[in-house]
């Protein structure tokens, strides 16, 4: 479509659009930020972007963008909803240039010892129409035309260490899942002080978490028992993985975190999933990376899988006139 007369039109006056309304929020929003993109993916081609960012008004903040396939708007916040206490809502929606249109929203609130995570979604375009990389992602995407979707979790606190979780979706492939998480804190000892009493208790230092993982799944094309682990350390790296492994259905998800790979504030992330069970796609891997630069923040993301790959470039920075991350 970027290539016809229609997609150029469709271009140009969601650009100007876009372009205008950030010039006018520019000056009415100190936190508000800009951001300008570039989509390249094997086979959907090129996709320029440009969105404005953390517009806040009370207790919401607003976003929109336009790209050359669609126009995209979110908005997040947070409110007191007796007996659930403090919900923090996110909802977007997109309309694409094809006339499809995108719609969900996400909850999460406590009620009473229960932490509650919910999201819906309901779609006439594929994920895909918005964003060409959505089908690569870490979490799986539904990538069907059309349909509608929704997921929850839960978890409850056994102890200080151990939480229960349970869940499940309703889409494409319908399931359920069932486990326990446990989590201990890692420390070491360090010298004791000139003069201590040498029979007191060591003093120790936190240097990280371990968090292990173990449950089911169960669903249409899965039957599986489930485990992982997650290492975070102190300084910033974290390391990830979850198996799943059962009759007929088998898979691996893993990621790594690198903070500070390229300087001070940068950060890194890769990943690679592989669940021939899943009815989205079955491989799955990216590599994202953030650093400063100027006045703002580039992104860069390496993404691909089963049926192609892509690249995306995004500078954001600040529309407040305030210092950037680079300065």
Do not use: C, I
Request: hydrophobic content about 40%; overall charge neutral.
């Amino acid at each position: 479509m970027t290539g016809s007369k229609t997609g150029r039109r469709w271009s140009g006056e969601t650009g100007r659009r876009v372009l205008a309304l950030s010039a006018l929020l520019g000056g009415a929003a100190g936190a508000a930020g800009l951001e300008f993109g570039v989509t390249a993916a094997v086979p959907s081609g090129l996709l320029p972007r440009v969105a404005v960012t953390d517009l806040e008004w009370g207790r919401l903040s607003f976003g929109a963008a336009a790209s050359t396939r669609a126009l995209e708007a979110r908005v997040s916040g947070g409110l007191s909803l007796p007996p659930a206490g403090a919900v923090t809502l996110t909802g977007g929606a997109a309309v694409t240039g094809r006339g499809g249109v995108r719609l969900e929203t996400r909850a999460s609130g406590t009620l009473g010892p229960v932490a509650l995570n919910v999201g819906v979604r309901a779609f006439t375009a594929p994920a895909t129409d918005v964003d060409p990389l959505a089908a690569w992602s870490l979490a799986p995407t539904d990538e069907r035309a059309r349909g509608w979707g929704a997921d929850l979790t839960a978890r409850y606190r056994l102890s200080r260490t151990l939480v229960a979780v349970a869940g499940g979706e309703v889409g494409p492939q319908p399931q359920a899942f069932a486990g326990a998480e446990w989590r201990r804190e890692l420390t070491r000892p360090l010298p004791p002080p000139e003069g201590d009493d040498p029979a007191a208790d060591p003093l120790t230092e936190r240097v990280g978490s371990l968090t292990l993982r173990l449950g089911a799944r169960a669903g249409a094309d899965v039957l599986g028992v489930t485990g992982g682990v997650t290492y975070a350390a102190e300084t910033g790296p974290s390391a990830s993985v979850d198996v799943l492994a059962g009759p007929g259905s088998w898979g691996a998800v893993g990621s790594v975190g690198l903070p500070g790979l390229l300087g001070e504030e940068s950060a890194a992330r890769l990943y690679v999933a592989y669940e021939p069970w899943r009815r989205a796609t079955a491989l799955r891997a990216g590599a994202e990376l953030e650093r400063p630069l100027g006045p703002g923040t580039l992104l860069a993301e390496v993404r691909g899988g089963s049926g192609g790959f892509g690249v995306r470039g995004t500078y954001r920075f600040s529309l407040g006139g305030g210092e950037g991350p680079g300065e």
